[in-house]
T-cell receptor, first 113, second 113 residues
């Protein structure tokens, strides 16, 4: 158990809908990272937050947004969903923004039908 | 943007030593090199991290040449349970000047009996 909690574990929705994925980092970790992994694909970095502020941005679509709240949990919002958005979405956390030792959650499997 | 390159796949047999090399020509001065292991439908798990020369822990060794443009993960005496995808991770300076942690495409290691 990495200490990172992601909910829900599975999510099934339809095209055009909006969903919210939630991540609770390990106790004491200030940085949260979001990654997308499509079937048989590598990990695509989406975005990083550190202590409530956006720290780095990857190839995140404009339809996607994220935020980190004062209690350090984070949410990833995906809107106007398309079939191609079906993927595993991982959240990871680390104590600070410069760390490369990340602790990953078990992911949220999103299926867009 | 920094980019990492790894072999797509490797095959080995139980008891053999496996070496997986990652190229990262644009690694930044302050970046560490970190390797992760990922099993299907699970989040990646930290294996080892290093900056230069050699690092060793109970699971693996990491060799980094002086120019730091590549690194080699060495798994001694692999077993069937080492069958997984292995990723190397280095820091990546994005357009905002902030560093995005970008994983490589990963190496799928298949260990045969």
């Amino acid at each position: 158990d990495s200490g990172v909690t992601q909910t829900p574990k599975h999510l099934i929705t339809a095209t055009g809908q909006r969903v919210t994925l939630r991540c609770s980092p390990r106790s004491g970790d200030l940085s949260v990272y979001w990654y997308q992994q499509s079937l048989d694909q590598g990990l695509q970095f989406l975005i990083q937050y550190y202590n409530g502020e956006e720290r780095a941005k990857g190839n995140i679509l404009e339809r996607f947004s994220a935020q980190q709240f004062p209690d350090l949990h984070s949410e990833l919002n995906l809107s106007s969903l398309e079939l191609g958005d079906s993927a595993l979405y991982f959240c990871a956390s680390s104590p600070s923004h410069g760390e490369q030792k990340l602790f990953f959650g078990s992911g949220t499997q999103l299926s867009v039908l | 943007l920094a980019k990492t390159t790894q072999p797509i796949s490797m095959d080995s047999y139980e008891g053999q030593e496996v070496n997986i090399t990652c190229s990262h020509n644009n690694i930044a001065t302050n970046d560490y090199i970190t390797w992760y292991q990922q099993f299907p439908s699970q989040g990646p798990r930290f294996i080892i991290q290093g900056y230069k020369t050699k690092v060793k822990n109970e699971v693996a060794s990491l060799f980094i040449p002086a120019d730091r443009k590549s690194s080699t993960l060495s798994l001694p005496r692999v077993s069937l349970s080492d069958t997984a995808v292995y990723y190397c991770l280095v820091g990546d300076a994005g357009n905002t000047g902030r560093r995005a942690l970008t994983f490589g495409s990963g190496t799928r290691l298949q260990v045969q009996p």
